[in-house]
C-alpha cells in the first residue's frame, strides 16, 4: 500500500504548481503556549495518536497529562528505528486500532516527517510541534523516508502542509544547541540550491523564493553568531524563525524546482555511509561546500569559490562541518566515498538540477576537497575589501551567488 501511495504522489510532485501546499493552516508561535495550544488540537480532533522519538515521549510527558485533562483520548508511539516504511506500517496499525482522528507529531525532523507521512496516508489532520529548530519539517508539505538503518531513500509530496504548527520557544531551547546550529545550516542550502537551480527564472513565485533564499542567508549571516551566544534572547528566536519558518515559506512557495539541488543530494549519498553519525543539517552545510566545490572545478566560477571562503569563515565561527573529519568521516575508505557519491548521482538525483554534468570522479573530488584554498589569485584579496564586494555582487549573473 505504501508503494501504491508513492507511486501516486509521485504523480502529484510534477503538477506541484498547480497544486501549491505554501503553509501551515495555522502556525502558533511563542513561549509556553504549549496549555493554549490544547484548545486549536482539539477542534481537529479529539482522539490523538501522537507519534514521536523514545526521549521526546519522555520529555513530552507533562504535555500529554495536559492534553488528558483536556478531553483528548490519546495513545503515544515512538517512529523508531526512522521515519522509514516498517515504521510507518505499525505506526498506520495502531491509528486505525485507536480510531485516531488526528496525528501529532512531537520532536525533530523525523518525528515531524513520520507524523505528516501517517496522517496523509490515513486523510486525517496534523499537528506538529518541532522539539528543535534543526529544520523546516514542521512547515512542509514533504517527507523523506529512510530504511530502517537511516539511509535515505525517497521524498514524498504530500497533499498539503500540516493544519496545525505548534512553535513553542522554551521547548526548543530544551534542545542541544547543536541542533539549532544544524537547522542554520540547512536553511542557509535554500540559497545556494534555490539559485543555482531557478536563479534565472521568469515564475513571478520562484523569482520571489529565490529572493526570500537570499533574506534568509542574510539573516542567518547576520544573526545566528549573536543567536547562539544568548539562547531564548529575541535574536535568538528570530533566527528559530529563519531555520522552521522561513526556510519552510521558501520551500512552500518556490515549489519542487526551488527546493534541493546537490547539497541534500550529497546529504543523501552521505546516509548509506553514516546513517546516524551526523544530523540532517550538519551533511547538507557540508553538501553545500561540495556543490559550490563542484561549481568552481567544472565551470571555472570564481563567484563559487569566494562563496564557498565565506561559508568556511562563518561554519567555524558557529562550529558547522567543513570536511568529511568533522562528520566523523575521516577513516572513509574510497569505496564508501564512492557509494556515497553515486547515490548521490542516481539519476533521479536533484544533483543533474545543476545548470552542468558531474562524473563520479569529480564529484569525489569534490567531496574531498571542500577546505581547499582558493587557486586564482586575486579572489581572496577581494573577500577583505567590502567595496569590492559589492561591486563583485551588484550584477545579476553574480547575484546569484553573492
Ligand atoms: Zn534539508
Not at 569505496?335 to 548521490?344: G, N, S
Request: charged share 15%; net charge negative.
Amino acid at each position: 500500500m505504501l508503494n501504491q501511495s508513492k507511486k501516486t504522489l509521485s504523480a502529484k510532485t510534477s503538477n506541484s504548481f498547480l497544486t501549491l501546499s505554501i503553509a501551515p493552516a495555522k502556525v502558533i508561535r511563542g513561549s509556553q503556549i504549549l496549555n493554549q495550544a490544547v484548545s486549536y488540537i482539539s477542534r481537529l480532533g479529539n482522539r490523538p495518536l501522537i507519534v514521536s522519538g523514545n526521549k521526546t515521549l519522555d520529555i513530552a510527558d507533562n504535555y500529554l497529562e495536559l492534553l488528558e485533562s483536556e478531553g483528548l483520548d490519546f495513545v503515544k508511539s515512538s517512529y523508531t528505528p526512522d521515519c522509514s516504511e516498517s515504521s510507518l506500517e505499525i505506526l498506520r496499525d495502531k491509528a486505525q486500532a485507536h480510531e485516531a482522528d488526528v496525528i501529532i507529531g512531537i520532536g525533530g525532523g523525523k518525528a515531524l516527517d513520520t507524523a505528516k507521512l501517517l496522517a496523509h496516508h490515513l486523510e486525517i489532520p496534523v499537528v506538529t510541534i518541532p522539539t528543535s529548530a534543526a529544520t523546516c519539517a514542521a512547515w512542509t508539505a514533504l517527507s523523506n523516508v529512510y530504511s530502517d538503518e537511516g539511509a535515505f531513500l525517497y521524498d514524498v509530496a504530500l497533499d498539503s502542509c500540516p493544519d496545525l504548527l505548534i512553535l513553542d520557544y522554551d521547548l526548543i531551547q530544551t534542545a542541544p544547541q547543536s541542533t539549532l546550529v544544524a537547522g542554520i545550516g540547512d536553511a542557509i542550502a535554500k540559497w545556494y540550491e534555490a539559485s543555482v537551480s531557478s536563479g534565472h527564472s521568469e515564475q513571478t513565485l520562484i523569482i520571489s523564493a529565490v529572493q526570500q533564499a537570499r533574506i534568509l542567508r542574510d539573516i542567518l549571516l547576520q544573526k545566528s553568531v549573536a543567536a547562539l551566544q544568548s539562547p531564548g534572547s529575541e535574536v535568538w528566536q528570530e533566527v528559530v524563525d529563519a531555520t522552521v519558518l522561513l526556510a519552510g515559506v521558501i520551500g512552500g512557495i518556490g515549489g519542487a524546482q526551488c527546493r534541493t539541488v546537490a547539497a541534500h543530494a550529497v546529504h543523501n549519498g552521505l546516509t548509506h555511509v553514516c546513517g546516524s553519525g551526523s544530523i540532517h543539517g550538519e551533511k547538507v552545510a557540508y553538501g553545500i561546500l561540495v556543490q559550490l566545490r563542484l561549481e568552481e572545478m567544472l565551470q571555472g566560477n570564481q563567484l563559487a569559490a569566494t562563496a564557498r571562503q565565506q561559508l568556511l569563515k562563518f561554519y567555524t565561527e558557529i562550529g558547522l562541518p567543513q570536511k568529511l573529519d568533522d562528520l566523523g568521516l575521516g577513516n572513509i575508505t574510497l569505496k564508501q566515498l564512492q557509494k556515497a557519491a553515486e547515490f548521490a548521482l542516481q539519476p533521479n538525483s536533484d544533483i543533474h538540477r545543476l545548470p552542468f554534468k558531474v562524473a563520479l570522479e569529480q564529484l569525489m573530488a569534490a567531496m574531498v576537497s571542500t577546505t581547499a584554498p582558493v587557486e586564482a589569485s586575486g579572489i581572496s584579496n577581494s573577500l577583505n575589501s567590502p567595496s569590492n564586494q559589492t561591486k563583485k555582487f551588484s550584477g545579476s549573473k553574480s547575484q546569484r551567488k553573492a
